[in-house]
């Protein structure tokens, strides 16, 4: 999946921007797999998947890109691929009928991170005419992810 | 329960920091919005309670034999819904499974109570204790989790089979009370021991009609009495020689099960020393609750390393009654177990030592020095049991090939050859 995202960015980039999304895309699917056995290394896995698309979006500078939909939902499933991985590894077995669970949420997932971004972008293609809307996004979700992180160190 | 994070958590939380933090660096909200679906579900999973959960087990017996199959239910509980709770029950060694899926995952609505049927194997003698349940349940989102042990702990003892035993071993003395060994003394009895002339207070039934007849006078027969023995077994319990799920103490153990079944069938007084790091003993005595005794005593008994130096000064005096049939079960690896059973042939007791030979756990090499240190090791075993032989004392060798019985036969051959040592 994630060497997938990784050829597709690397096809639908500028000649400029392919080589290195095509590498960051590879080391990404590499330290994917990595992270199936030290699942330490999965923050940096999709670091580096993602980091392909922010240097897309630094050297071609589109628009408004929608591909961005894609590439979070591709994130998302990878990610809970590694998680479903890392479980199938274990000794513990799932009850006769349990098995289609993890697969149905791990689609679940992706389809509704797609929509979610479908829709946040919606909203600041509505907002992009104003360039304040965008700083005001950009620093409430900046905040959001510092609440996020302080609550979880006090978890 | 425990609350802990799976390395998702931690993953979303950093690159949804990370993508917000790029996004304004490089003005590009479309990063922004990429982070947006991790950090959402960071925060819906970090907000999962702790499930209140609760689990019993049933085991259908607290005893077993070697090779037995036991029925186990685990049963959870949850009381708020928990989508995915792994249960696992902690199996001690010696005890397997023989079907049923343990761990398992499985799924609990609120206050749903579910079984989940194990059939466990056991596989090897064991004093142990069944119960502990591992507990550890995540919602549906799954970054968090819960980690719990429930402790149930029901003992559960597996008896080692004991090897059916044709011959047991004749003690050079029996003691006063009743049994099956026909003693060596005469006396009243079954067992024709000789004839000799009438004496005054002689019962007229001994009078042996067809000897008087050719003689001219009274004869009488004498008998041998049917007389119990004092049997003690003696386990070594200092040191072993194991490999990963296989040991010489295993096999003593097993070996002295055997011994103290077939010497209490015969209706012998038996006890038990096992002289280690930790010495256990108990007196001699007969009967089914004995062997209940003896054997709970032999499952109890481990190996123990200790430097403390002990000889048969230890034991208590009642433990060995004077002129007991003394069986050792021995790897012969301890100093200590060698001189405390030169000791006790010293002091008249008639031994036996059944050495459970540690030579099928050497590790074989190919470096010519172990080869040599090997060879050596070997000699010294042998001039060990050479030494012991030279004191009266039959050393037989039991390994994974050998029965008991067949031990017990080279023991008998030894014996039968070398009546004058005794004392």
Same mark, same amino acid.
């Given at each position: 999946m994630a060497l997938g995202l990784a050829v597709w960015l690397a096809l639908v980039a500028s000649d400029d921007a392919a080589p290195v999304v095509l590498a960051l895309g590879v080391v990404g699917a590499l330290l994917t797999a990595a992270a199936v056995v030290w699942p330490a290394l999965l923050f940096l896995a999709l670091a580096v998947a993602g980091s392909g698309y922010a240097a897309l979006l630094a050297i071609d500078e589109p628009p408004l890109?929608?591909?961005?939909?894609?590439?979070?939902?591709?994130?998302?499933?990878?990610?809970? /691929?590694?998680?479903?991985?890392?479980?199938?590894?274990?000794?513990?077995?799932?009850?006769?009928?349990?098995?289609?669970?993890? %697969?149905?949420w791990i689609a679940l997932v992706g389809a509704g991170g797609l929509l979610l971004v479908w829709g946040l972008l919606a909203i600041v293609d509505l907002a992009r005419v104003e360039g304040l809307a965008v700083e005001a996004v950009g620093a409430a979700c900046a905040l959001a992810a510092l609440l996020v992180v302080r609550r979880l160190a006090r978890g | 329960m425990t609350r802990s994070a799976d390395a998702r958590l931690g993953a979303y939380a950093a690159l949804a920091a990370?993508?917000?933090?790029?996004? #304004?660096?490089?003005?590009?909200p479309e990063l922004a919005v990429l982070a947006a679906p991790f950090a959402l579900l960071v925060a819906l999973g970090v907000r999962m309670p702790a499930p209140p959960l609760r689990a019993w087990v049933e085991i259908d017996r607290e005893r077993a034999i070697e090779g037995d199959e036991l029925d186990a239910i685990v049963t959870v509980?949850?009381?708020?819904?928990?989508?995915?709770?792994?249960?696992?029950?902690?199996?001690?060694?010696?005890?397997?499974?023989?079907?049923?899926?343990?761990?398992?995952?499985?799924?609990?609505?609120?206050?749903?109570?579910?079984e989940l049927p194990l059939r466990l194997r056991c596989e090897r003698w064991t004093s142990a204790e069944v119960g502990v349940v591992w507990l550890r349940a995540r919602d549906r989102i799954g970054l968090v989790r819960f980690e719990g042990r429930v402790d149930r702990r029901r003992p559960l003892r597996v008896y080692p089979t004991p090897e059916r035993l044709r011959r047991l071993l004749a003690p050079a003395r029996t003691q006063a009370t009743?049994?099956?060994?026909?003693?060596?003394?005469?006396?009243?009895? #079954?067992?024709?021991?000789?004839?000799?002339?009438?004496?005054?207070?002689d019962r007229?039934?001994?009078?042996?009609?067809?000897?008087?007849?050719?003689?001219?006078?009274?004869?009488?027969?004498?008998? @041998?009495?049917?007389?119990?023995?004092?049997?003690?077994?003696f386990l070594d319990s200092f040191?072993?020689?194991?490999?990963?799920?296989?040991?010489?103490?295993? @096999?003593?153990?097993?070996?002295?099960?055997? #011994?103290?079944?077939?010497?209490?069938?015969?209706?012998?007084?038996?006890? /038990?020393?096992?002289?280690?790091?930790?010495?256990?003993?108990?007196? %001699?005595?007969?009967?089914?609750?004995?062997?209940?005794?003896?054997?709970?005593?032999?499952?109890?008994?481990?190996?123990?390393?200790?430097?403390?130096?002990?000889?048969?000064?230890?034991?208590?005096?009642?433990?060995?009654?004077?002129?007991?049939?003394?069986?050792? #079960?021995t790897p012969l690896l301890d100093e200590r177990t060698?001189?405390?059973?030169?000791?006790?042939?010293?002091?008249? @007791?008639?031994?036996?030592?059944?050495?459970?030979?540690?030579?099928?756990?050497?590790?074989?090499?190919?470096?010519?020095?172990?080869?040599?240190?090997?060879?050596?090791?070997?000699?010294?075993?042998?001039? /060990?049991?050479?030494?012991?032989?030279?004191?009266?004392?039959?050393?037989?060798?039991?390994?994974?090939?050998?029965t008991v019985e067949a031990a017990l036969e080279g023991v008998r051959a030894y014996r039968r050859h070398a009546r004058l040592a005794r004392r």
């Open positions: 890109d929608v591909r961005v939909a894609g590439v979070a939902a591709c994130l998302l499933v990878v990610g809970e /691929l590694v998680g479903w991985a890392r479980e199938l590894w274990s000794t513990t077995r799932d009850e006769p009928g349990g098995e289609w669970r993890r %697969p149905t | 990370v993508a917000f933090v790029t996004a #304004l660096g490089l003005r590009r509980r949850a009381d708020s819904a928990v989508d995915r709770l792994e249960v696992g029950l902690a199996l001690p060694e010696g005890i397997g499974l023989a079907d049923g899926s343990n761990p398992v995952a499985i799924h609990l609505d609120a206050g749903e109570e579910r009743t049994g099956s060994e026909v003693a060596r003394v005469r006396g009243e009895g #079954l067992e024709f021991a000789d004839t000799r002339p009438f004496v005054p207070g007229v039934r001994s009078v042996n009609w067809r000897a008087t007849a050719r003689r001219g006078s009274l004869v009488v027969n004498e008998r @041998h009495p049917d007389r119990n023995a004092d049997v003690v077994i040191a072993e020689a194991r490999a990963s799920d296989q040991g010489t103490f295993e @096999h003593a153990v097993r070996a002295a099960a055997t #011994l103290v079944t077939g010497f209490l069938e015969r209706r012998d007084r038996v006890g /038990l020393v096992a002289f280690g790091g930790i010495l256990r003993w108990l007196q %001699p005595g007969g009967g089914l609750v004995q062997r209940y005794r003896l054997v709970d005593a032999l499952l109890e008994t481990g190996v123990e390393f200790s430097y403390a130096w002990k000889d048969v000064n230890v034991i208590p005096a009642r433990t060995l009654p004077p002129g007991a049939l003394v069986v050792a #079960l060698v001189l405390a059973l030169v000791d006790l042939r010293g002091r008249g @007791h008639d031994l036996v030592v059944l050495e459970v030979s540690p030579d099928p756990y050497v590790v074989p090499s190919s470096d010519p020095s172990d080869r040599v240190a090997t060879r050596l090791w070997r000699l010294q075993r042998a001039e /060990l049991r050479m030494r012991f032989e030279r004191l009266g004392v039959a050393v037989a060798t039991l390994d994974e090939d050998t």
